[in-house]
């Protein structure tokens, strides 16, 4: 069986379907995140960055998940009236981590993915990586609020 972008482990928990990649460029990871957002509404990223190639990517997905159905505008408001690019970078409220929002609305990294073509998709995670330390973990939730946010390990 022939196995795309490195793939290293495919495990099934219930629904939520878990897929590993050892190692994978920007431009992989953006299409790959296009293939699933046609599939499912849910899905979340988890990758390191290490020098200039991503590390131990992680996808999940789950169909049957519950997503909001706005977009929450408020809780970054006052970042988003700032943004003039297309992404915008800012501390958390408890200062562990940093965050990227882009500046344009967007629910989920799914929702991200459907609305914004390839290019600007390649620009966010460009600014994304940038924003990033050498050996960062960088991931998304999205499930507490309903704004795209990617988190910043430090």
Same mark, same amino acid.
């Given at each position: 069986m022939k196995k795309t972008y490195k793939e290293q482990v495919i495990s099934f928990v219930g629904f939520l379907v878990n897929v590993i990649y050892i190692q994978m460029n920007i431009c992989e990871v953006v299409d790959l995140l296009n293939i699933k957002a046609k599939k499912y509404k849910y899905i979340k990223i988890y990758f390191q960055k290490r020098g200039s190639k991503l590390r131990n990517v992680l996808i999940s997905t789950h169909p049957g998940l519950k997503v909001h159905k706005r977009v929450d505008k408020k809780t970054f408001k006052k970042f988003i009236t700032n943004c003039k690019d297309l992404a915008i970078s800012f501390m958390s409220l408890s200062r562990r981590n940093k965050l990227v929002i882009p500046c344009k609305p967007a629910r989920d990294i799914g929702d991200f993915t459907r609305k /914004?073509?390839?290019? !600007?998709? @390649?620009?966010?995670? !460009?600014k994304v990586l940038k924003c990033a330390p050498k050996n960062a973990t960088i /991931?998304?939730?999205? @499930?507490?609020?309903? /704004? @795209?946010?990617?988190?910043?390990?430090r």
């Amino acid at each position: 069986m022939k196995k795309t972008y490195k793939e290293q482990v495919i495990s099934f928990v219930g629904f939520l379907v878990n897929v590993i990649y050892i190692q994978m460029n920007i431009c992989e990871v953006v299409d790959l995140l296009n293939i699933k957002a046609k599939k499912y509404k849910y899905i979340k990223i988890y990758f390191q960055k290490r020098g200039s190639k991503l590390r131990n990517v992680l996808i999940s997905t789950h169909p049957g998940l519950k997503v909001h159905k706005r977009v929450d505008k408020k809780t970054f408001k006052k970042f988003i009236t700032n943004c003039k690019d297309l992404a915008i970078s800012f501390m958390s409220l408890s200062r562990r981590n940093k965050l990227v929002i882009p500046c344009k609305p967007a629910r989920d990294i799914g929702d991200f993915t459907r609305k /914004y073509p390839k290019t !600007e998709q @390649l620009k966010f995670w !460009e600014k994304v990586l940038k924003c990033a330390p050498k050996n960062a973990t960088i /991931y998304t939730d999205g @499930l507490d609020v309903a /704004y @795209l946010h990617i988190k910043i390990a430090r």
